[in-house]
């Protein structure tokens, strides 16, 4: 046992100095020449600039009364403008209208039927006025005999010129009066047909309105409503409320990304910075975006008013087709660029008394070597001096009271 412990501190020493030689169990990094870019990560939500939010429409002259979907266009197809996107049951609608169009041809022959007896009343109301006129004639050309007739003749032919003006003035009278009835009764039925005639129309345009066709091209994304056992994504044959959002026509070529970034970072964004966006559900998709608009009022926390966030936008200038509303992202907002600078990682950088120092190898060791530094990231530097291109740094801090 005692020849042993030698022999194991022997082991021991040998392995850690060809470790140190070999660098092959020590983390080490190179120094490399390349653009350093100094980034905030912002995470948000996806949605569409350019969209058209379809809803259960509200019909002229009902309730809200929920409608059957017979007819709804699948998830994620792409629609041209006029393309089928949702139907509603319609057949209460279509009878409506049949019903209403029945009382507005009903009224339509009411009215002709009534201006048809207008005419024949008219005429004969004409005949009997020409005869009141002609027994006014009459009478007076019999008055105009009274010279040569007897008193008594004369006074019967002036009673009887007075009682055929009375009755000419009297027919007049009562023409005036019909008139005026059957006018007011054709003008009743006149407003009744043009009321039928709303109704019928309404009927129409609620019938029409039970068709939802798309008023632009893009993608088709299902809402989420609430159905009698609880929220999910709208189906064929589900009840949907007049005015309830069920689905969207996005145009993918226009999206951007809406976020809540905190008092300090905000200070660090302004409009036209550029970013790259990816996407938490497709890692692969990396699309190129700029800072569109900072919020210049902020917005207190959902756990503490103290805590403030500002809404900023983000456009996205490529597009993909898994680039979907409500999609969270990642924002990856370029603060600085240096191009061309010497790039260390941050962990390699040591500092003793305000200055800093690299870890460079060095034969079988490393020495630690004092260098200037720039800007810095999370996890790199920009090294302005002190380290030549290529160079080979260790990385990780080291230990307390141990040799560099």
């Known amino acids: ?43 948000g ?60 041809r009903d009224r339509v022959e009411q009215i002709r039927k009534k201006k048809a007896e207008e005419t024949a009343d008219k005429v004969r109301d004409e005949r ?23 008193r008594i003749d004369a006074e019967k032919n002036a009673q009887s010129l007075e ?17 005026s009835v059957v006018a007011a009764e054709v003008r009743i039925l006149e407003i009744q047909r043009e009321r039928d005639l709303a109704a019928m129309q309404n009927a129409q345009r609620n019938s029409e309105r039970m068709v939802i066709r798309s008023p632009l091209a893009g993608l088709v994304v299902l809402s989420t409503i609430f159905k009698s056992n609880g929220p999910g994504e709208v189906q064929e044959g589900d009840e949907v409320r007049p005015g309830v959002p069920f689905l969207q026509v996005v145009d993918p070529q226009s999206m951007q990304v809406r976020a809540r970034v905190n008092q300090v970072d905000a200070l660090s ?22 800072v569109h608009q900072v919020a210049a009022i902020a917005l207190g926390g959902s756990f503490s008013d103290k805590i403030r966030t500002f ?36 962990d390699a950088v040591t500092e003793e008394s305000g200055r800093h120092f690299l870890r460079i190898r060095s034969g079988s060791g490393f020495d630690k070597t004092p260098v200037t530094l720039g800007l810095a990231s999370e996890n790199e530097v920009v090294v302005q001096s002190g380290a030549p291109e290529g160079a080979v740094v260790l990385r990780g801090r080291p230990a307390a009271g141990g040799a560099s």
């Open 1 to 43: 046992m005692v020849v042993a412990a030698p022999l194991l501190a022997g082991l021991i020493v040998r392995s850690r100095r060809q470790g140190a030689a070999g660098g092959g169990a020590l983390p080490v990094a190179t120094v490399e020449r390349r653009d350093f870019v100094r980034t905030l990560r912002i995470h």
């Open 311 to 346: 809404p900023v936008l983000f456009t996205i200038e490529g597009s993909d087709l898994r680039t979907m509303p409500d999609l969270s992202a990642a924002v990856d907002v370029e603060l600085d660029r240096v191009p061309g600078a010497l790039v260390a990682p941050r």
């Open 269 to 290: 964004l302004q409009a036209g910075q550029k970013t790259i966006v990816r996407l938490d559900a497709y890692p692969d998709v990396v699309l190129p975006g700029r």
């Open 128 to 150: 009997e006025l020409k005869e009141a006129e002609h027994a006014v004639e009459k009478a007076a050309l019999d008055v105009k005999r009274n010279e040569i007739l007897s």
């Open 45 to 104: 939500v996806i949605e569409a600039i350019k969209f058209h939010a379809v809803a259960a429409p509200r019909l002229s002259g009902q309730g809200g009364t929920p409608m059957i979907i017979t007819r709804l266009i699948p998830a994620g197809a792409r629609v041209q403008p006029g393309d089928l996107l949702a139907e509603f049951d319609r057949q209460a609608q279509t009878k409506n209208y049949l019903d209403r169009e029945t009382e507005y």
């Open 163 to 179: 009682e055929a003006q009375a009755r000419l003035e009297q027919v007049r009278r009562t023409l005036r009066l019909r008139q």
